[in-house]
Nanobody, 124 residues
Framework: QVQLAESGGGLVQAGGSLRLSCAAS????????MAWFRQAPGKEREFVAG????????YYADSMKGRFSIFKDNSKNTLYLDMNSLKPEDTAVYYC?????????????????WGQGTQVTVYS
């Protein structure tokens, strides 16, 4: 199945920006979606943003709209998340996910394949 590898996390001051990358390899399907989730200590995993396999139809959690941008380089099968105006509450491990659209989305993650995550820490 698809293999995912995140990179780009790090330490950033509040108000700053980061770009996360997720390289996908292996077997995929035309109906696959790709997405970013995050999880902070003591909190449930939270949907951040997603796109179709082609990179079209980006969508975002309400709290991310206007600050985050998800896009995909189709030639490289790489998913990106541009994060701007970062806040301390954005601190979390960010995970890349991929799966059939109906089984891996903002509401259902049982059919997602996952990367191992990349840490984002935002300080004041």
């Amino acid at each position: 199945q698809v293999q995912l590898a995140e990179s780009g996390g790090g330490l950033v001051q509040a108000g700053g920006s980061l770009r996360l990358s997720c390289a996908a390899s292996g077997r995929t399907f035309g109906s696959y979606a790709m997405a970013w989730f995050r999880q902070a200590p003591g909190k449930e995993r939270e949907f951040v943003a997603g796109v179709s396999w082609s990179g079209s139809s980006p969508y975002y959690a309400d709290s991310m709209k206007g600050r985050f941008s998800i896009f995909k380089d189709n030639s490289k099968n790489t998913l990106y998340l541009d994060m701007n105006s970062l806040k301390p509450e954005d601190t979390a491990v960010y995970y890349c996910a991929a799966g059939l659209t109906g089984q891996c989305n903002s509401d259902q993650t049982g059919g997602c394949s996952w990367g191992q995550g990349t840490q984002v820490t935002v300080y004041s």
